[in-house]
């Protein structure tokens, strides 16, 4: 008998390490793959019955009897499941469904077979190709993959670099995790052939240490990609390519590319002015194409089903799909993937079912904790970088954190400042002073100084306009976001209106 | 890890610098694994890294004190960290924290007198869709309650 059980840290957060030690226990055979992304099935278990995988929910040790003898009520077959089903899963496509370290089941749903065709083409042929596929970089700046690819390609320099970063701090995301505990080699394709892209040779990722399951497999994945020629002589071209993990040190301000990249040259990760672009001098000075996780596990797809094809997907200069991260207090919470364009209404009413505990949404944070807040009377903007942008927040890495009706705003805008002055590193006043003043001016406000108010916004123009990265430059979005569409909350209004 | 400082073995630090001098950008490298040796980066491991990387001990402080996962002395015996961030939040993590906080006497950064235990705040694991969240000597929990919690480091 055939059985998976995810590997995830989510499935293993809720139990999955002891429920596979039960099922290998009573005999079954047991493969550990990544997860489908339905988290609040997990763990979910999977029963291959008939060439078919029949899904168990929120699976413990106590179940099992039930489930190998046939006799549990299951959730029927994995991919008919509403949430799955209403998905375009093409980043996603195999997470979830292989053992995340079988290189021949990657091969076999459709892996290496983009690093092939890029191999027949040239390095300017392969950046055209991520440009027509409107790739953009799925990290939250936005800016055109192919275009920066095409940078780094031009420039002349003894040694080039393609560093992922995998530094996913911003709460309400966890896409990068996923695809790197399940499906790491997608990973390394994508990176392979950014190298081809663009004549380099050496890959890191930079992985936040708030990872340590994600560690593991992306270290046993590049033995195993070593191993098997996908590094090292690129399967048997003359071409190389080789990928090292680099391990964060818990600081979020690290998910910034040029903080990213001296933390990766062993100094304080402070950002760096730019110019010049990581581009043209990223690390140790060399050209250096900095792409998140997504954007990178992304390519592949993109080399094997087509630029057009890809670019078929989305809205507008959104193009192709968003893994969304749906989280916080939600009845479905998980990760979904679409193609850009779906109202932000539907994922947060329909998809995920609204709360967990029942209550009305109150509001919805998208994109990370540098993200604005959302009251349901946004909730028709589709999800895609210009809507949002239209409507005064910011897709960012695609997290949805749902809150019920006792978020209390002031407060969340209070931590928004707090985590900011926490996390800020320092090298600009805006940021480095400005979120500790914020914090005081929202600590009036709460004890209903309404002359605080305007003095918030102030802080928060200046922090927007003179802060050196998105750490300063954002913290307002939360902030004036809560502030604008919760002015009751903030006590000093209701007084001034009173 | 242990709550008594481990000896200093001079020759266990200068293999680790040995060990990592032939990569580029070596030295978070080599603080992650000092302190995996050692449970934290121990002040006398400071002279050699800086020496060995050719940088001023002013300059090492600087990187040492920057990251929060860099300890200058060891940690409990156990290490919770507990998720504060917003989509933990919407769960009711700061209820959570505060009521667990209470039952074992510390407050965030605290190590218990007995060295038993250290307790952080940590801001996302990517547990995002099944908060509260925490982590217990580096294994991740989901939908933790102040009672499981409490429960889990008394054991």
């Not at chain 1, 047991?30 to 929910?57: A, F, H, K, S």
């Not at chain 1, 690093?115 to 390095?123: F, G, I, Q, V, Y």
């Not at chain 1, 918030?456 to 922090?463: A, I």
């Not at chain 2, 481990?6 to 990592?20: C, G, L, T």
């Amino acid at each position: 008998m055939k059985v998976y059980v995810p590997r995830d840290a989510a499935a293993k957060a809720l139990g999955a390490d002891d429920v596979a030690a039960a099922f290998a226990a009573a005999g079954a055979e047991v493969v550990r793959n990544g997860t489908r992304g339905m988290i609040w099935l997990e763990p979910l278990v999977e029963v291959e019955r008939d060439g078919q995988r029949i899904g168990y929910g929120a699976v413990t040790v106590d179940d099992i009897p039930a489930i190998m003898d046939g006799s549990a009520e299951s959730l029927g077959v994995v991919e008919e499941i509403p949430f799955y089903a209403k998905q375009n899963r093409l980043t996603f496509q195999r997470c979830g469904v292989i053992d995340p370290l079988s290189l021949a089941d990657y091969e076999a749903h459709g892996g290496l077979t983009g690093l092939r065709n890029a191999l027949a083409m040239s390095a300017e042929d392969i950046t055209t190709h991520v440009t027509e596929s409107g790739l953009r970089g799925r990290g939250g700046a936005g800016f055109p993959t192919g275009i920066k690819w095409n940078t780094v390609r031009l420039a002349e320099a003894p040694q080039k670099y393609i560093v992922c970063n995998a530094d996913e701090g911003d709460s309400g995301t966890f896409a990068d995790r996923m695809i790197m505990e399940g499906d790491p080699f997608c990973l390394i394709e994508g990176m392979v052939i950014a190298g081809l892209g663009v004549g380099a040779t050496k890959g890191y990722i930079y992985l936040r240490s708030e990872y340590p399951d994600a560690i593991e497999v992306m270290n046993e994945a590049l033995v195993i990609a070593r191993e098997n020629n996908l590094l090292g002589r690129v399967l048997h071209s003359p071409r190389e390519f080789d990928i090292e993990v680099r391990v964060g040190a818990g600081a979020y301000v690290c998910g910034e590319e040029t903080s990213l990249l001296n933390s990766l040259e062993g100094k304080r990760g402070v950002v760096r002015a730019k110019p010049p672009l990581p581009a043209l001098e990223g690390f140790l000075g060399r050209p250096t194409v900095v792409n998140n996780v997504i954007s990178l596990a992304t390519v592949p797809v993109i080399f094997e089903k087509g630029a057009a094809h890809y670019a078929s997907f989305g809205l507008g200069r959104s193009k192709g799909t968003m893994p969304i991260q749906i989280a916080g207090n939600v009845k479905h919470g998980g990760l979904f993937e679409t193609a850009f364009g779906m109202p932000l209404g539907e994922l947060v009413n329909d998809i995920a079912g609204g709360t967990a505990t029942g209550r009305p949404v109150k509001a919805v944070q998208v994109g990370g904790p540098l993200g604005a807040y959302f009251a349901p009377e946004k909730f028709d903007t589709p999800f895609a970088y210009e809507p949002f942008d239209g409507a005064g927040g910011l897709i960012g890495h695609a997290g949805v954190v749902v809150f019920d009706d006792s978020a209390d705003m002031l407060g969340m805008a209070r931590f928004a400042m707090e985590f900011c002055a926490i996390e800020s590193c320092g090298k600009c006043t805006p940021c480095r002073i400005g979120s500790v003043r914020g914090v005081e001016t929202l600590d009036r406000i709460a004890e209903g100084d309404a002359t605080a108010i305007p003095l918030l916004v102030d802080l928060c123009e200046t922090m927007k306009d003179g802060s050196l990265c998105a750490l300063g430059g954002f913290t307002p979005y939360p902030v004036m976001s809560a502030l604008e569409q919760f002015p009751e909350e903030f006590a000093g209004v209701k007084e001034a209106a009173e | 890890m242990s709550a008594s400082p481990a000896p200093h073995d001079p020759s266990e630090i200068s293999e680790i610098i040995q060990r990592n001098m032939h990569l580029e950008g070596p030295l978070l490298p080599i603080l992650h694994d000092v302190q995996a040796a050692f449970g934290y980066v121990p002040d006398a491991a400071r002279a050699p890294i800086a020496e060995a990387l050719n940088i001023t001990e002013a300059e090492l402080h600087g990187v040492i004190s920057f990251y929060h996962d860099f300890r200058r002395k060891p940690a409990g015996a156990r290490v919770l960290k507990i998720c504060r961030a917003e989509a933990c939040q919407a769960m009711g993590a700061n209820e959570m924290s505060e009521a667990l906080l209470a039952k074992l006497g510390l407050g965030w950064n605290e190590t218990a007198p007995d060295g038993g235990l250290t307790v952080e705040p940590i801001y996302c694991l990517g547990l995002c869709a099944c908060g509260p969240a925490a982590m217990i000597d580096g294994k991740v929990k989901g939908r933790v309650t102040a009672e499981a919690l409490a429960a889990e480091v008394a054991r």
